[in-house]
């Protein structure tokens, strides 16, 4: 996997994303979803990993593995059913390009054994778009952790959010982005996020959930 018409430069801000061959569904379950969060963990680093003979121990955690020499920091993700946004920052030259190629052979091969398909998952090379400015930057934050919104109102961005105060509940139970980080819940994959490369601009979670809220209310 590797970008199309776009440098990687370490020190900028790149909104990652990609999606299942013909718009699949790449993720069905939680086990699905789940597998790939651990990926963005454990696929982050220059060290080579072996899931299989990790996980033969029972007392296993991935997200106690103690990892060197980062490869990226990730401001956000989220994960949807087909397809997956990252907000990433480069640690190391070539970082996302390693980063990116880690994670999705491992989510493929996993993917395949399950479903006993072949071929690729993805379609084609994953995409980047430079967040060139502060404002773009911070923006991401929002549309990246927004978009579940769409498995309860579809049309959401183009006609408005219809019911606000369910679009924020359901932003708050969904378990596969990074929000419920920002909002504060306490879970294993907090480690996932490294957000000392990234501006502070939400030093609380309520300096978030207004900009959340802030969002919504545009709709």
Request: net charge positive; with cysteine.
């Amino acid at each position: 996997m590797s970008i199309r018409k776009i440098n990687l430069v370490q020190g900028e801000y790149y909104h990652i994303y990609n999606r299942g061959n013909s718009k699949q569904k790449i993720f069905h379950d939680k086990e699905d979803y789940l597998r790939f969060i651990s990926l963005l963990y454990i696929s982050n680093t220059s060290e080579s990993f072996n899931l299989y003979d990790l996980s033969r121990d029972s007392n296993f955690n991935i997200y106690e593995i103690e990892r060197n020499n980062l490869l990226v920091n990730l401001g956000a993700y989220c994960l949807m059913p087909n397809h997956f946004h990252l907000l990433i920052t480069e640690m190391t030259e070539g970082g996302i390009s390693k980063f990116m190629q880690k994670l999705g052979t491992a989510y493929s091969m996993y993917y395949n054994t399950k479903y006993e398909r072949t071929g690729g998952l993805f379609e084609g090379k994953f995409k980047a778009q430079h967040a060139s400015t502060d404002n773009h930057l911070k923006y991401l934050f929002s549309y990246i952790h927004l978009n579940p919104i769409k498995l309860i109102q579809k049309d959401w961005k183009e006609k408005g959010i219809r019911n606000k105060k369910e679009a924020l509940d359901h932003l708050s139970k969904y378990q596969y982005s990074s929000y419920l980080d920002f909002i504060g819940e306490k879970r294993i994959q907090n480690k996932i996020l490294n957000l000392q490369s990234f501006p502070e601009y939400f030093p609380n979670k309520s300096s978030f959930i207004e900009e959340i809220f802030e969002w919504i209310t545009l709709r």
